[in-house]
């Protein structure tokens, strides 16, 4: 998952950066509202950390603003305040949960897998298509009982592509993920690392999940429903259409 951290404290930043860093989470960081603001606009994350407390508006304000202009990202504020009405007003202004300050890495980690999980509509860390499963929690995928080994990268694809299964993503959508913005290579690694995908899933037994959108990109479907045969002696089973 992708996250967006804003958060203007030096200490608090390193803390929160190395619990992202723990459960393999990239993210992208700012320190003001209005930046927060203009981030959320430019990208898609999965998810928006955000301090109430920051140096030109506060998180409450971001909340509202992003909210007004329709940006659906899941969001988490973080707050030493722990008072029933800071949580009130956070909760009315649009976040979807709230954590107080000092947290432990587990803490942030099951809240934010638990936000992103239910915008998606998934009420299980377990994330499935067909014979494939991944596991939020775990990080391992399988498909039936036989594990996946997967990259880094390959990973992150196959999460994104499970997260908005059925929605075509640009290659784009995929560099922004992966890199956000810094560092992006070329455009064509997106198409090898689907390609290896592909065929660690097929010979895994997992069939053809990810198809190619022409035009727009690649997206994962559930594997089509075996039926059998019309035509006997041309093969037993065919996938139904």
Known sequence: MRVLLVESDGVEVGDTASTLRSIGHPFDHVVTGQAAIAMLQRFDYDVALIELMLPDID????????????????????????????????FSAGVDDYITKPYHTSELAARI?????????????ELRAGSLKLNLDSREVTVGDRPVRLTGKEYLILELLLLRKGVALSKYAFLDHLYGGMDEPDMKIIDVFICKLRKKLQQAGAGNLIVTVWG?????????????????????????V
């Open 59 to 90: 998180g409450y304000e971001v909340l509202r603003k992003a909210r007004a202009v329709r940006l659906h990202t899941p969001i988490l504020a973080l707050s030493s305040v722990a008072t029933p009405q800071a949580k009130v007003r956070a």
């Open 216 to 240: 727009q990109g690649y997206m994962l479907k559930d594997a089509l429903p075996v039926r059998p045969s019309r035509h006997p002696g041309r093969g037993a089973l065919q996938p139904a």
């Open 113 to 125: 897998q638990a936000v992103v999980r239910r915008s998606k509509g998934y009420s299980q860390p």
